[in-house]
């Protein structure tokens, strides 16, 4: 997988990562916190997940998949949850 583009403006939203996974096309949503108390993962909504995908379907070429990752940053610490097809 490779990242070819950060915060891609779409109409008034923006996907945070565009890759390509071999011939798919993945759009990316990014959530990081830095307090233990707190999981990036819980603000993946499912209106977050719809919003996502609506910018992503007005991409072209086509997105052929959504991703969330959360990374939770403490103490040193990083832990990184990633998943695919997600929206």
């Known amino acids: 997988m490779s990242v070819i583009a950060r915060n891609v403006r779409v109409g008034r939203g923006e996907i945070d990562l565009l890759a390509v996974d071999g011939s798919e096309r993945i759009a ?3 959530k990081s916190r830095f307090r233990s108390d707190l999981d990036p993962m819980e603000n993946f909504t499912e209106e977050k997940a719809a919003q996502v995908r609506a910018l992503a379907l007005s991409l072209r070429p086509r997105v052929h998949r959504v991703d969330f990752v959360g990374v939770a940053m403490t ?3 990083v832990v990184i949850r990633w998943v695919s097809h997600a929206a």
């Open 28 to 30: 990316v949503e990014v």
């Open 75 to 77: 103490r040193g610490d």
